[in-house]
């Protein structure tokens, strides 16, 4: 329950209401994308990856932040590796 | 899967072991060997750490403390009677998320009381549960709202939805908590032996990263809002180790690709619409904490199942065998508790910290934690 699941949108079902398809490891689940809405249109979100809590988005998964974070972490093995 | 696998990468999570090694050599003389605490607030890590085995793979002296961040396992033994009271009503679909079924009341638990005929269903959503109401108009259906921020927010929306449609048979039990309020009321309690934290992420999301800034600035501890993922816990370790060896107390946000500084304001404003704090809540193990629970707001009151049923509301002490709270507070290892393992299993658990995968116990008992219960001595484990 307080674990999310990485999905990515791939269909709006009913825009009145955000309430979107997800893929979530290759299972399609309905999920409620109000929260992670960016503007009116729920169409925008299609191929955006979200994080899923109890059928509900909580957070849009930055791309950015996570290439970021993972350099961080490969930048501690080269400083490891200097002579 | 994305943003799944990369944070399991093998070779990139000995490098960050590594770090923590050299920079825990790092610190002052006189605290080498010392124990250095760091507590994971979140259920979620408890499960991770456990999962992956993180423990085994960091120095001696490094100690993670299982806190209370897992809303099963503060669910007090009041409040279990209470939600089995309105699942025995007459005509009542009783709706929980499956970790809840199994937590013991003070007679039994809602597992129980759905084998003696109660209805009480497992669902994974609360939108399923306003869906049976839809489907159901003749019964009452009542949703067991559980959980932190995280889940609020999702409880709020579906009473929302309710709300425009006119449901009139769809309550909700709410025992919804706030982490700040807790971390606050453990931060004061005289005995809490943690010199660092490792934030709650998916609370954080909704939330933020400022209502923790108290931690670093009073409190003086490090604090880092931490993913779920291997590599995100031991790096969220490592920046709590490099802040602890620097003399430093910040708040610090390792899990930027899910969670902003502001947190997610719809989300917010959901709950703040729906729910208002509860002058008092308990919490198991550890007591009453002012303004920890959320209930409804007066707009929602023909939605509370707390006004629509005669619930017994007692405050029910926990079980006197049960050290839940010592283990939550980091003064206890769950191995330590005396009915750990012969009294109190996943099986027929004493304290909810036993329920829940994301329960110390639990996670302890599940994966065998066997350097931990190595240094235990005299101690009878089941495999
Ligand atoms: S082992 Fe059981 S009784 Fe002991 S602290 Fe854990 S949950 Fe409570």
Redesign the interface.
């Known amino acids: 329950?307080?674990?999310?699941v990485?999905g990515?949108v791939v269909a709006i079902d009913d825009a009145k209401?955000a309430r979107g398809v997800v893929d979530v490891?290759g299972v399609r689940r309905v999920a409620?994308l109000?929260?992670?809405?960016e503007g009116d249109d729920p169409q925008a979100l299609v191929g955006a990856?979200v994080?899923i809590?109890?059928?509900?988005a909580?957070?849009r998964?930055?791309?950015e932040?996570?290439a970021?974070?993972?350099d961080?972490?490969?930048q501690?093995?080269e400083l490891?590796d200097a002579p | 899967?994305?943003?799944?696998s990369?944070?399991r990468d093998p070779?990139?999570a000995r490098?960050?072991v590594?770090?923590i090694e050299?920079l825990m050599s790092r610190r002052p003389k006189t605290l080498q060997g010392a124990p250095l605490k760091i507590m994971e607030v979140?259920?979620?890590h408890t499960?991770a750490i456990f999962k992956f085995g993180l423990e085994t793979l960091l120095p001696e002296t490094i100690e993670l403390v299982h806190g209370p961040?897992?809303?099963?396992c503060v669910l007090p033994v009041g409040r279990v009677d209470d939600a089995i009271s309105i699942a025995t009503s007459e005509g009542v679909i009783f709706c929980t998320?499956g970790?809840a079924l199994r937590v013991p009341g003070s007679r039994t638990s809602l597992a129980g009381a759905k084998a003696e005929g109660a209805d009480v269903r497992t669902v994974?959503?609360?939108?399923?549960a306003l869906a049976l109401a839809r489907a159901n108009p003749s019964r009452r259906v009542v949703f067991f709202g559980?959980?932190?921020e995280?889940?609020a927010?999702?409880t709020a929306?579906t009473l929302l939805?309710a709300e425009r449609e006119g449901v009139s048979n769809f309550f909700v039990f709410s025992n919804h908590v706030t982490i700040i309020p807790a971390l606050r009321a453990l931060l004061d309690a005289e005995d809490l032996q943690v010199d660092g934290f490792i934030g709650p992420g998916?609370v954080s999301?909704?939330i933020g990263v400022e209502p923790y800034h108290f931690i670093a600035e009073h409190y003086r501890r490090p604090f880092v809002v931490s993913g779920?993922e291997p590599?995100?816990v031991l790096?969220s370790i490592?920046m709590v180790v490099a802040q602890h060896v620097e003399g430093r107390a910040v708040v610090e946000n390792?899990y930027?690709?899910?969670?902003s500084t502001q947190g997610?304001s719809?989300?917010q404003t959901?709950i703040h619409e729906v729910f208002k704090p509860r002058a008092h809540f308990e919490w198991r193990g550890l007591g009453s904490i002012a303004e920890s629970g959320l209930e409804l707001q007066p707009r929602f009151a023909r939605f509370d199942a707390e006004q629509a049923f005669r619930v017994p509301a007692l405050s029910v002490a926990d079980p006197k065998a049960c050290q839940c709270g010592e283990v939550l507070k980091g003064q206890l290892r769950p191995y330590e508790c005396k009915v750990f393992g012969t009294a109190c299993t996943p099986e027929t658990p004493i304290g909810s910290c036993m329920v829940s995968s994301?329960g110390a116990c639990a996670a302890y008992y599940s994966y065998g934690r066997l350097t931990s219960l190595r240094r235990a001595s005299g101690l009878k484990v089941h495999p």
């Not at chain 1, 809590?53 to 509900?56: E, K």
């Not at chain 2, 961040?69 to 099963?72: A, E």
């Not at chain 2, 994974?124 to 399923?128: A, G, L, V």
């Not at chain 2, 930027?256 to 969670?259: D, F, G, K, M, Q």
Request: proline letters at 6%; one cysteine or more.
């Open positions: 329950m307080c674990l999310g990485p990515q209401t490891g409620n109000a929260c992670v809405l990856w994080l809590h109890v059928g509900f909580m957070s998964i930055d791309a932040e996570a970021r974070t993972l961080l972490i490969k501690l093995g490891d | 899967m994305k943003y799944v990369e944070f070779p990139a490098r960050l590594a770090t050299s979140c259920g979620g499960h961040g897992c809303p099963v998320y970790d994974y959503s609360p939108t399923d559980l959980g932190f995280t889940t927010p999702s929306l939805q998916h999301m909704v779920f590599l995100d790096q490592a390792q930027s690709r899910l969670v997610n719809a989300a959901a994301e």
